[in-house]
Antibody, heavy 123, light 113 residues
Framework: EVQLVESGGGLVQPGGSLRLSCAASGFTFNDHYMDWVRQAPGKGLEWVGR??????????EYAASVKGRFTISRDDSKNSLHLQMNSLKTEDTAVYYC??????????????WGQGTLVTVSS | DIVMTQSPDSLAVSLGERATINCKSSQSVLSSSNNKNYLAWYQQKPGQPPKLLIYWASTRESGVPDRFSGSGSGTDFTLTISSLQAEDVAVFYC?????????FGGGTKVEIK
């Protein structure tokens, strides 16, 4: 069974930092691009960023709204994904989802989502 | 950026009737290298993460009831629920993963009439 479990959310003041983690199991982590997608309260889905797999040199991409403030990393030996968030703003308040996109093979085109972790940026 | 425009924003359909949601992308999401549309549909119920229903524009995810179907190519796509059930009440999103930044439609809320 595929599982993605996010952790690390919470309340942080504007300008602060937070590190989210995502523990993955039940699928071949190495075959997947790993993304973060967020959803502000009562709003739609917003892509945050991606880290590709080893075969694609672990390259990263970020949404313009977070570039320079957020950093995505992964540890394939531990099947884990991380999101380091710095210089947080009130508009970063959202549920953050860890998403695995299959990059090839029989699962190509499919994606798996975690349950999400809530980040609240407020003074 | 590819803008995904969904219509309508909301719709109310009687139980057993058909629900149709449209999604238009500002650029084609059809890859010429593999002839696949990088378009997915998700269903999101309150308090839950999005659930993948359809990928490659028309491939139903395992376990998804066959009353859900996707169609379209290039820039115009449709999600159809052939016979609406009470458990289908949710917000539905289209999503392109063809180019970075990945983008989502604004969502369509489906309710029972």
């Amino acid at each position: 069974e595929v599982q993605l479990v996010e952790s690390g959310g919470g309340l942080v003041q504007p300008g602060g930092s937070l590190r989210l983690s995502c523990a993955a199991s039940g699928f071949t982590f190495n075959d997947h691009y790993m993304d973060w997608v967020r959803q502000a309260p009562g709003k739609g889905l917003e892509w945050v960023g991606r880290i590709r797999n080893k075969a694609n040199s672990y390259t990263t991409e970020y949404a313009a709204s977070v570039k320079g403030r957020f950093t995505i990393s992964r540890d394939d030996s531990k099947n884990s994904l991380h999101l380091q968030m710095n210089s947080l703003k009130t508009e970063d308040t959202a549920v953050y989802y860890c998403v695995a996109y299959c990059s090839g093979g029989s699962c190509y085109g499919r994606s798996y989502w975690g349950q999400g972790t809530l980040v609240t940026v407020s003074s | 950026d590819i803008v995904m425009t969904q219509s309508p924003d909301s719709l109310a359909v009687s139980l057993g009737e058909r629900a149709t949601i449209n999604c238009k992308s500002s650029q084609s999401v059809l890859s010429s290298s593999n002839n696949k549309n990088y378009l997915a549909w998700y269903q999101q119920k309150p308090g839950q993460p999005p659930k993948l229903l359809i990928y490659w524009a028309s491939t139903r995810e395992s376990g998804v009831p066959d009353r859900f179907s996707g169609s379209g190519s290039g820039t115009d796509f449709t999600l159809t629920i052939s016979s609406l059930q009470a458990e289908d009440v949710a917000v539905f999103y289209c999503h392109q993963h063809y180019t970075i930044p990945l983008t989502f439609g604004g969502g369509t809320k489906v309710e029972i009439k």
